[in-house]
Antibody, heavy 120, light 107 residues
Framework: EVQLVQSGAEVKKPGESLKISCKGSGYSFTSYWIGWVRQMPGKGLEWMGIIYPGDSDTRYSPSFQGQVTISADKSISTAYLQWSSLKASDTAMYYC?????????????WGQGTLVTVSS | DIQMTQSPSTLSASVGDRVTITCRASQSISSWLAWYQQKPGKAPKLLIYKASSLESGVPSRFSGSGSGTEFTLTISSLQPDDFATYYCQQYNSYLWTFGQGTKVEIK
């Protein structure tokens, strides 16, 4: 069974750093792109970026380029999303997704989400 | 970026109703469109991919159609479990974009 299990909720202060994780299981982690999606409170879904754990090829949405860093450790089948300096506007639910397809990809499996709250 | 516009934003319907949600792309995306269902406090769930292909395990009352710039999601007979928010997503390129969502409420 394919599963994406994300790390738990975080409460941080503005300016702090953070790294959240997404562990894949039940499939070949290095053979599928992993993406991250943001959902701000009461709002819609925004795609942030993707990584191919097999070779760490990473691509970002222009809206998030330079704001976050996506990485992966294929030895432990885990992808990461990190911030070096959080802002209150980073408060949101973050989902990791597995991407399926060839050339064009959709999200067939989603993690349960990690709630990040940034408040002074 | 390709913009995705869903309509309506909110839809009030009764159990048993036929429901249609529309998604328009700002440029042609061929059939690279997916539909997701999200319930409060839960992660989205894939319903339809490649505009009209039903994901395994999804009830057959859900169907998708369209190509190019106009797409629809239809629920043939609305069930109590279907009250949720629905999102379309284009994946024509890796610069994916979602529609703003359609909330299906109980009438």
């Amino acid at each position: 069974e394919v599963q994406l299990v994300q790390s738990g909720a975080e409460v941080k202060k503005p300016g702090e750093s953070l790294k959240i994780s997404c562990k894949g299981s039940g499939y070949s982690f290095t053979s599928y792109w992993i993406g991250w999606v943001r959902q701000m409170p009461g709002k819609g879904l925004e795609w942030m970026g993707i990584i191919y754990p097999g070779d760490s090829d990473t691509r970002y949405s222009p809206s998030f380029q330079g704001q976050v860093t996506i990485s992966a450790d294929k030895s432990i089948s885990t992808a990461y999303l990190q911030w070096s300096s959080l802002k209150a506007s980073d408060t949101a639910m973050y989902y990791c997704v597995r991407l399926y397809g060839s050339g064009s990809y959709y999200s067939d499996y989603w993690g349960q989400g990690t709630l990040v709250t940034v408040s002074s | 970026d390709i913009q995705m516009t869903q309509s309506p934003s909110t839809l009030s319907a009764s159990v048993g109703d036929r429901v249609t949600i529309t998604c328009r792309a700002s440029q042609s995306i061929s059939s690279w469109l997916a539909w997701y269902q999200q319930k409060p406090g839960k992660a989205p769930k894939l319903l339809i991919y490649k505009a009209s292909s039903l994901e395994s395990g999804v009830p057959s009352r859900f169907s998708g159609s369209g190509s190019g710039t106009e797409f629809t999601l239809t629920i043939s007979s609305l069930q109590p479990d279907d009250f949720a928010t629905y999102y379309c997503q284009q994946y024509n390129s890796y610069l994916w974009t979602f529609g703003q969502g359609t909330k299906v409420e109980i009438k």
